[in-house]
């Protein structure tokens, strides 16, 4: 199978439906920021982190392609056709509690953290502001359509989660906090 098809040659793309939209359409573009952000994701993974951090980020980008598959199809049924694409209260649990142990092990926050430090956490920064901007693009397309409202929820606690791991990283790699 060939990776190119030449279809989008002209600016359209292909929905799980099988409609076409133009590649502008806020559906493709909330969907491609939840790309970016698995890709940002991919990125911190790369850089070796401990195991029970790695495995965390590893169920992230399996939910992240499960929110994707539900903002390609228009139809709505992604989630209910595959267990693999649903995105359940039990996931934003999960982060949940992954954000309550990770905060019990940092100092109290008492003021704004400028993003940076060690080359983990700067990653983890990053994959928080890009996870706020996919956050913005399904509010955008919300507007419009119907949409599982635990998207924005999963998206909403993954920048605190991200947030957190990144003074966890920076903290775990002796890098101080640059407050402002």
Request: glycine share 8%; with cysteine; net charge negative.
């Amino acid at each position: 199978m060939k990776i190119y098809t030449k279809t989008g040659d002209t600016g359209q793309t292909g929905l799980g439906d099988g409609s076409r939209v133009g590649k502008d359409d806020p559906r493709v573009a909330a969907y491609g920021d939840v790309d970016e952000l698995n890709a940002v994701i991919g990125l911190v993974r790369s850089q070796s982190p401990r195991p029970e951090l790695d495995a965390l980020l590893h169920d992230v980008q399996r939910d992240l392609f499960a929110i994707g598959a539900q903002l390609a199809d228009p139809k709505a049924r992604a989630g209910a056709n595959k267990a693999k694409a649903a995105v359940t209260a039990a996931h934003v649990d999960r982060l949940e509690k992954a954000i309550d142990a990770a905060t019990e092990e940092l100092p109290r926050l008492t003021a704004f953290i400028l993003p940076g430090g060690s080359p983990r956490g700067a990653a983890l920064h990053l994959a928080r502001t890009v996870c706020r901007r996919a956050e913005r693009a399904i509010v955008e397309l919300a507007h419009d359509v119907e949409l599982d409202a635990l998207l924005l929820a999963y998206l909403n606690r993954l920048s605190d989660l991200l947030f957190v791991l990144a003074r966890q990283a920076n903290q775990q790699d002796a890098r101080p906090e640059d407050v402002w």
